[in-house]
């Protein structure tokens, strides 16, 4: 007998249940375009405001990264836009299932620097602590969109190797099914 994963982790509903599949699973290919996105858009606004002095746009750049990680994590991987578009994007390509559970943990650091960030610009006024937290998330979003390597999905590796299933490209060890 099959057993049918969850779809909800912590109560919260991310991932996908795939037949086949220990745990939820999201699409890979969608979650680089939508780290790609971010990536460039974060680097924009980041270049404009240290050259410039200009924050608006990034500060819409942490608005926006706080948005989707927060749908992603709140409401679910599908619902949030970038992560939709990329799911529409890649609709041709065989999807790259990876484990909800680290993806769902790494979204949440993501979700929890974004509003550390948009604190610090909104009510501390402090552009500079903004734009260093704005660094951090930019460099690992460098490392999602750029060589695939989602340093959430590590930390939650270390910290929870015996629920950790179906990384990308077999960057863990794949449990039995």
């Known amino acids: 007998m099959n057993e049918t994963p969850s779809t909800n ?3 919260l509903p991310v991932g996908e249940a795939i037949e086949g ?10 979650v ?11 680097i924009t606004g980041w270049t404009v405001a240290v050259s410039t002095g200009d924050f608006s746009f990034a500060r819409g750049f942490a608005v926006l990264f706080l948005l989707e990680m927060g749908i992603r994590i709140g409401v679910g991987a599908r619902f949030a836009p970038l992560y939709a578009l990329g799911s529409l994007l890649s609709r ?9 559970p680290q993806k769902s943990f790494a979204w ?5 620097l974004s509003i550390s960030s948009c604190f610090a610009f909104g009510w501390l006024n402090l552009a500079a602590l903004a734009l260093s937290i704005c ?3 930019l460099v690992i979003l460098g490392a999602e ?21 179906h990384c990308a490209d077999g960057s863990c060890e794949v449990h039995p099914r």
């Open 145 to 165: 969109a750029l060589i695939g390597w989602c340093v959430g999905c590590a930390i939650y590796g270390r910290l929870w190797p015996d629920k950790t299933f």
């Open 92 to 100: 041709r390509r065989e999807p790259l299932w990876v484990g909800a």
């Open 21 to 30: 599949f220990h745990v939820a699973v999201v699409n890979d290919h969608a």
């Open 32 to 42: 680089r375009f939508g780290a790609r996105v971010l990536l460039a858009v974060g």
């Open 9 to 11: 982790l912590r109560g």
């Open 108 to 112: 949440g650091l993501g979700f929890a």
């Open 135 to 137: 660094a951090v998330c």
